[in-house]
């Protein structure tokens, strides 16, 4: 089972241990959980809530989405441009460089080909269909963000990686080389060689691990990626923290923020945003325009696929805060003030279903690591 992972060993092994989260024996948040985040009176989901399939949680058929090679093949005018690919996956154009944000190509968020919940919406594009990126960077080790088939894809490539401390492991051993690979504790940057990028990894209130046994064996972060001009916050997973007032004051302002708002629960609190805490987390990281990830593409809770956006578009108020909703694959400049539409509401139709690779060409068990996207190094 590779698509486990591995386990830290030799000298990143040893600065896990040297890290101020290391407890002794596994990381862990060093910061409270705020009061009320987590709601005592609502049981945790078990199995049988998942198992159970009420609830919405898949739309009755693929939603509307975009086709955005033609694009990418023009600069964005503004030097900032996002394009959501489902999920946390985002590439970003930033200042004339391209980052792609916790790519996540197969079929399931799970180490399992044929168990584990399963996408219901395809990706708008082959992952051979990408531009060329200057770089991949992943927030944290779960299946959802991070994803055996597609980093196994890309390991084909020269794209450098930069990522959560002791996440690299995972990583070579799929297949990238280490000098590919950037590991960041929280606050420290790394600048992209041959480019104008910077990466900066910040907290995050979340956890990490990939099987039974490495619970909070790699670290978590939210990722800043700042151009000549631009910056943005990438939230990956988290819950509400008071360490967002530290990032607006250390890293910010932000042009743009990606932030979770999907696969949340009453009882999950403290690990994930949700689209309420999103909005509290965007006024604590000083605003900035607002583009809700981490939805749309997996069932991982029990509220209805919709539910995230719905309720975020509900409780926005826009005269303070501007909400970014794209399709799926439409290429949008922040800088462009747009209202929001809720596109969601009406999924496509058999005629019009998004474009993708062929039936199995993006699946776990299909042959996606077989692509070759961008030059080999």
């Known amino acids: 089972m590779r698509s486990f992972g591995k386990a830290a060993q030799g000298e990143r092994l040893e600065r896990l241990r040297q890290s101020p989260l290391w407890n002794g024996e596994r990381l862990g948040?060093?910061?409270?959980?705020?009061?009320?985040?987590?709601?005592?009176?609502?049981?945790?989901?078990?199995?049988?809530?998942?198992?159970?399939?009420?609830?919405n949680r898949r739309p009755p058929a693929p939603l509307r989405a975009d086709d955005p090679r033609e694009a990418w093949r023009r600069p964005p005018s503004s030097g900032l441009r996002a394009t959501w690919l489902g999920h946390s996956t985002v590439l970003i154009e930033i200042d004339g460089w391209r980052v792609l944000t916790d790519p996540v190509w197969g079929q399931r968020a799970s180490p399992f080909a044929l168990l584990g919940p399963s996408r219901f919406q395809p990706v708008p594009v082959a992952l051979r269909d990408l531009p060329e990126v200057d770089a991949v960077v992943i927030s944290h080790d779960?299946?959802?963000?991070?994803?055996?088939?597609?980093?196994?894809?890309?390991?084909?490539?020269?794209?450098?990686?930069?990522?959560?401390?002791?996440?690299?492991?995972?990583?070579?051993?799929?297949?990238?080389?280490?000098?590919?690979?950037?590991?960041?504790?929280?606050?420290?940057?790394?600048?992209l060689p041959g480019t104008g990028l910077t990466v900066t990894a910040a907290p995050s209130q979340h956890f990490s691990g990939r099987g039974l046994k490495d619970r909070n064996l790699t670290l978590w972060s939210s990722l800043v990626i700042e151009g000549g001009r631009h910056k943005v916050f990438f939230s990956g997973d988290t819950g509400l923290t008071r360490e967002y007032e530290a990032i607006r004051d250390r890293l910010g302002p932000f042009d743009l923020a990606l932030l979770e708002v999907g696969a949340f629960h009453p009882a999950w609190g403290d690990i994930h945003l949700g689209p309420a805490h999103a909005l509290t987390a965007h006024r604590l990281l000083g605003g900035g325009v607002l583009m809700p990830v981490h939805w749309g593409t997996f069932a991982l809770s029990t509220h209805a696929w919709d539910e995230p956006v719905e309720t975020l578009l509900s409780l926005a108020d826009p005269d303070r805060t501007q909400l970014l909703l794209p399709r799926l694959g439409q290429a949008v400049e922040p800088a462009q003030r747009r209202p929001p539409v809720p596109w969601w509401r009406s999924a496509a139709g058999p005629d019009e279903r998004p474009a993708a690779a062929p039936p199995g060409e993006e699946t776990a068990d299909g042959p996606l690591a077989a692509q070759l996207p961008w030059p080999l190094d």
């Open 29 to 55: 948040n060093i910061h409270p959980v705020w009061p009320g985040l987590k709601d005592a009176s609502v049981p945790m989901p078990g199995l049988r809530d998942f198992l159970s399939g009420g609830g």
């Open 142 to 191: 779960h299946y959802d963000h991070l994803d055996y088939p597609t980093i196994r894809a890309l390991a084909r490539s020269a794209v450098p990686f930069v990522t959560s401390l002791g996440v690299g492991a995972h990583l070579e051993a799929w297949g990238i080389d280490a000098a590919r690979i950037t590991e960041l504790e929280w606050w420290q940057s790394h600048r």
